[in-house]
């Protein structure tokens, strides 16, 4: 569940004006029952939660939820969280929580690391027909030793239910100019917890170390590095849960994209790198994402196959058939992610999270990094673009790829597709509107060249599902007419590459790269 939400630092004399105004005609302000809750918040000795944004806490006061709840940072707003509950006695975490964030506690023990008090006064803020637009709590917050008060604190916390941000905004107007200062979202217990949870988190963010003036290689480099390690950690608990991003995409496919972007910059970036960190580095990332691969083909293909099976509703396939092959996928999936349940509580797993904590506190640059970054990544991004864009060495280049070629031809264009835009991406920021413009036609290219790939692959899917029964009849007819489809989305793929790529190839878009 996603909950955002605003605080603001109050004093004890502030007085928490009149809200109705915020509202829209007809609005209310319902004030609810006041309650006093009691949590403790869960750590390791140093903090490793709170210092990533992530809290686990037990929680008493509060009928009918479950007293478990732990909130993981979004890669959105600062505010906004994604809760998880569970139920579970006092004193006790349970083991699912504990494993669900094991990629940021990294095995070390999670001990109680501070206890608060909050004596709550909420009023909801409702429409004229009574819908929840926002809940507004005026917490009086104790921090507990044992029975001792060791410090206190109040805030206005601003939660947004079905209200619109918007409606934030004039509430916020409102509290403001009658006192309240919106500082930085800091949570309850980080508050309470003090210099231990203010202290840099141990998976280092992706913003580029200072290097005064304009950046260097290594700054960009870096940069990136970080980014798409902090992809693979995000969707970790994701993956564990089994259930969509905030952003409704798989974890499967975001911590998958994570490895092959960081793949894929420590080649493109070796130059740049110590070549032994870079090595380990690009190892541990392949794996991971071979071992992902699995399970993305299965989502993709469970995926298609609705989609295909349901293209044209005036000639509908055999539903009995299309359930067939689904549940030969489904099949196919559930073993990939009980495969990948097991690599995620392996040594091997548990090794690579420390790596690349490691990797991306303490990035290892050769001396080519301190260069000028346009000149150095420009030189570098080069080579992937070429590899793509001309033909030579038994490759083919994607100009000359041919309408009626081998899909082997289409899917190695595709591979250095990928490559090439995953280069210019890096770099796009630095370079300006020429790479950003040519970063986006790639995508289209990338979007085609996937299409293609998917059909297929797709096609070849269908038709071994359907060899796999040869006395089921319905079945056989059923994956021709899917392996029609998909040829014909081949086609059509094919047909509008050359139009995409003319878009990409151009002067305009690739001079900066022969510069």
């Known amino acids: 569940m996603l909950e955002e939400e605003r605080k ?106 501070v206890t608060i008090r909050t004596v709550r006064r909420a009023y909801e803020l409702r429409s004229r027909t009574g819908e929840v637009l926002v809940e507004v709590a005026d917490d009086t917050v104790s921090v507990l030793d044992g029975r001792d008060v060791t410090s206190q604190f109040r805030e206005i916390e601003v939660e947004r239910k079905e209200g619109g941000t918007k409606l934030l905004d004039r509430i916020e107007a409102i509290l403001v100019d009658a006192g309240a200062n919106r500082g930085a979202f800091l949570p309850k217990h980080a508050r309470a917890m003090g210099e231990r949870a203010a202290a840099p988190p141990d998976l ?92 993305r083909d299965a ?28 549940a030969d996928l489904a099949a196919r999936h559930e073993d990939a992610l009980q495969a990948l349940e097991n690599v995620l509580g392996s040594e091997r797993y548990a090794t690579l999270l420390d790596v690349l904590v490691e990797a991306a506190r303490e990035p290892q640059l050769g001396a080519a990094a301190e260069e000028k970054a346009d000149v150095a990544l420009t030189r570098l991004v080069a080579r992937p673009w070429r590899q793509l864009s001309t033909s030579g060495r038994g490759r083919v280049g994607a100009g000359d790829l041919d309408v009626l070629g081998l899909d082997d031809d289409w899917h190695s264009v595709r591979i250095r597709a990928k490559r090439a835009r995953y280069a210019v991406e890096s770099v796009a920021k630095l370079i300006g509107g020429s790479a950003a413009a040519l970063g986006e036609s790639l995508t289209e290219v990338q979007e085609l060249l996937g299409e293609h790939q998917d059909a297929a692959i797709a096609a070849e899917t269908w038709l071994a599902i359907a060899r796999s029964d040869v006395d089921d009849h319905a079945l056989a007819v059923a994956a021709g007419r899917l392996v029609e489809r998909e040829r014909a989305a081949v086609r059509r793929a094919r047909e509008r590459f050359p139009a995409a790529w003319a878009l990409a190839d151009t002067p305009e878009h690739t001079g900066w790269l022969r510069s």
């Open 299 to 326: 989502e993709v293909l469970r995926e298609r196959l609705q989609r295909t099976a349901g293209a044209d509703p005036v000639a509908p396939l055999d539903p009995a058939a299309v359930a067939r092959f689904d």
């Open 204 to 295: 280092t963010p992706p913003t580029a170390p200072s290097s005064g003036g304009r950046p260097t290689a290594g700054d960009i480099v870096v940069t990136a590095v970080r980014k798409h390690i902090e992809k693979i950690f995000q969707a970790d608990p994701y993956l564990r849960l089994r259930t969509a991003m905030p952003d409704g995409d798989t974890p499967v496919h975001q911590m998958r994209v994570g490895c092959r972007r960081l793949r894929s910059d420590l080649r493109t970036f070796k130059p740049l790198l110590d070549p032994q960190w870079s090595d380990n580095l690009r190892a541990g990332a392949s794996w991971l994402a071979e071992v992902l691969g699995v399970a």
């Open 8 to 113: 603001y630092d109050v004093d004890t004399a502030f007085r928490l004006p009149l809200l109705t105004e915020a509202l829209p005609k007809g609005g209310t302000v319902v004030p609810l029952p006041p309650k006093t809750l009691r949590a403790t918040y869960y750590d390791t000795e140093t903090a490793r939660l709170a210092r990533a944004g992530i809290s686990v806490r037990y929680r008493s006061g509060e009928r009918g939820k479950p007293p478990w709840t732990v909130k993981l940072p979004t890669s959105g707003a600062a505010e906004a969280r994604d809760e998880i509950n569970r139920d579970g006695t006092k004193g006790t975490m349970p083991a699912e929580l504990v494993t669900l964030l094991t990629a940021y506690h990294r095995g070390a023990p999670l001990v109680p690391a």
